[in-house]
């Protein structure tokens, strides 16, 4: 079983930053691939970025490029999104996501809210 519990979401203006945290328990943290996931009201649930085990590789979402950076520290168990030129379409609850002995597991959830 693993849990995982974000962090870091909130209300910021269009242009700002935010740093989301996920931090996860019950696990090999350096076996476990992790992402974030974000769901808009009425949208389905997204992709915003993976990053693998190492660190060695991640994959982001077309629109995120640019603005979003996934890292993890093994050492912490955490991994981090940090958004750039935030904009209001990117307000959305924000989902940790963990990938593992080929399982997946989700957090619930952090909500950031990009507004004036």
């Known amino acids: 079983q693993v849990q995982l519990v974000e962090s870091g979401g909130g209300l910021v203006q269009p242009g700002g930053s935010l740093r989301l945290s996920c931090a996860a328990s019950g696990s090999t943290f350096s076996t476990t691939v992790m992402s974030w996931y974000r769901q808009a009201p009425g949208k389905e649930r997204e992709l915003v970025a993976t990053?693998?085990?190492?660190?060695?590789?991640?994959i982001y979402a077309d629109s995120m490029k640019g603005r979003f950076t996934i890292s993890r520290d093994n050492a912490k168990s955490t991994v981090y999104l940090q958004m750039n030129s935030l904009n209001p379409e990117d307000t959305a609850v924000y989902y940790c996501?963990?990938?593992?002995?080929?399982?997946?597991?989700w957090g619930q959830g952090t909500q950031v809210t990009v507004s004036s």
């Open positions: 996501h963990a990938f593992t002995r080929g399982r997946f597991y």
């Open positions: 990053i693998t085990s190492a660190g060695g590789s991640t």
